[in-house]
């Protein structure tokens, strides 16, 4: 991690999200966060612990060594791994109480088989594919499926759930596409309790689902939603005029200035000279680059806070350094600089970057160092 920059983690303004969130659904309705690739960034274990005492259902990781590193940690909350997992791990995590989600007979009878060594049952989440075309049988397989998961004695078939593709959209044809994959997984559902095969946990709502789709991804058959963004601070969706207006990012990056000189008309700075000075300006320079994680497609488009005013990035990041422009802001050598935060956030970087808020967030928050404070903001 990058020693002159730091990420401050508020754990209070974790909670308030949560708690925002947890007003804003119906009673019935668990709230799994999405703590993979340690927390967006944020840390795994801490965040784990917050959500834990904010009393969150379920956690979800993206892998095996995720779901050790928490149980490890002594939380003993339910956790689901999204992803597809290997056959070799099948018994550490059968071990370690960890929910598998799958797709395929073949596995689930290995499962089935280790978790009668083990004397114990093992959960199972299905995975449906309505339509991301990643993983998950087809929803006219989900009857025969769960008829077939009926012979085995140590599985417990805990839950079913899918992934939205474009939930996130605002566009009416994608969100005309998401109501067509609620709708699947509803029908799929609706023929599984004819059959008398419904799970207890069936899911599909994730963050920008609370904003855009929140009556269909929480009414009916579903009683829980996977969210991560959201807590981190990051509806996700367009939030103006809803309730999620009042999210707020939980991680403020920032550094430091550490060089400052004027650079005369005409001067070119960074590599490849991809930038020119068109009169005197005042550059200066922060020890943070795309090696700690900043990202590189905010080159001579991005910007950073200094003192409340906005400096613009100029040039490409370097490995270890970023120059900014900071003509017309009283500054010095030693001044705070904000990267990514409230004034600031990750969405309107990555906007600028033309990529997604994780792109920014994750490899950013990773790559500093991390401090955990309690702001109550």
């Known amino acids: 991690m990058n020693p002159m920059a730091e990420a401050r983690i508020d754990l209070d303004r974790l909670a308030r999200n949560i708690r925002l969130v947890r007003e804003n659904l119906p009673a019935h309705v668990k709230i799994l966060f999405a703590v993979k690739r340690d927390a967006y960034g944020h840390g795994l274990i801490e965040l784990a612990r917050a959500a834990q005492a904010e009393g969150v259902e379920w956690l979800g990781v993206a892998d095996l060594l995720e779901a050790k590193r928490v149980r490890d940690a002594g939380l003993e909350m339910p956790i689901l791994i999204l992803g597809l997992s290997r056959k070799e791990d099948i018994a550490a995590a059968v071990e370690l109480n960890v929910t598998l989600s799958i797709t395929d007979l073949d596995f689930a009878a290995q499962l089935d088989r280790e978790a009668e060594v083990q004397q114990v049952k093992a959960a199972v989440h299905v995975i449906v594919d309505t339509g991301l075309g990643r993983f998950g049988i087809f929803p006219a397989e989900v009857v025969p499926f769960f008829q077939g998961l009926q012979r085995f004695d140590h599985l417990q078939v805990e839950g079913i759930f899918s992934h939205l593709a474009v939930a996130d959209s605002a566009d009416l044809a994608d969100r005309a596409y998401t109501a067509e994959q609620i709708a699947k997984l509803n029908?799929?559902?609706?023929?599984?309790?004819?059959?008398?095969?419904?799970?207890?946990?069936?899911?599909?709502?994730?963050?920008?689902?609370?904003?855009?789709?929140?009556?269909?991804?929480?009414?009916?058959?579903?009683?829980?939603?996977?969210?991560?963004?959201?807590?981190?601070?990051?509806?996700?969706?367009?939030?103006?005029?809803?309730?999620?207006?009042?999210?707020?990012?939980?991680?403020?990056?920032?550094?430091?200035?550490?060089?400052?000189?004027?650079?005369?008309?005409?001067?070119?700075?960074?590599?490849?000279?991809?930038?020119?000075?068109?009169?005197?300006?005042?550059?200066?320079?922060?020890?943070?680059?795309?090696?700690?994680?900043?990202?590189?497609?905010?080159?001579?488009?991005?910007?950073?806070?200094?003192?409340?005013?906005?400096?613009?990035?100029?040039?490409?990041?370097?490995?270890?350094?970023?120059?900014?422009?900071?003509?017309?802001?009283?500054?010095?050598?030693?001044?705070?600089?904000?990267?990514?935060?409230?004034?600031?956030?990750?969405?309107?970087?990555?906007?600028?970057?033309?990529?997604?808020?994780?792109?920014?967030?994750?490899?950013?928050?990773?790559?500093?160092?991390?401090?955990?404070?309690?702001?109550?903001?």
């Open 187 to 377: 029908g799929a559902l609706a023929r599984l309790d004819r059959a008398g095969l419904l799970p207890p946990l069936r899911h599909i709502g994730s963050a920008p689902c609370l904003v855009h789709h929140a009556a269909a991804t929480t009414g009916g058959y579903f009683n829980m939603v996977r969210i991560g963004a959201i807590l981190y601070g990051y509806p996700e969706a367009e939030a103006e005029g809803t309730w999620a207006e009042e999210i707020r990012p939980i991680a403020t990056v920032t550094t430091a200035i550490i060089d400052l000189r004027e650079l005369p008309a005409g001067s070119h700075i960074g590599y490849g000279l991809t930038y020119q000075a068109d009169s005197m300006r005042k550059i200066a320079v922060i020890p943070l680059g795309f090696g700690s994680g900043f990202h590189r497609g905010l080159s001579n488009c991005g910007g950073v806070i200094v003192h409340g005013k906005r400096a613009a990035i100029v040039g490409r990041l370097c490995l270890d350094h970023t120059m900014i422009d900071v003509t017309g802001i009283d500054v010095k050598i030693g001044d705070k600089v904000e990267v990514i935060g409230p004034r600031l956030p990750a969405d309107e970087q990555a906007k600028r970057a033309g990529v997604g808020m994780c792109d920014v967030l994750i490899p950013l928050c990773k790559g500093v160092e991390r401090v955990y404070v309690h702001e109550k903001s």
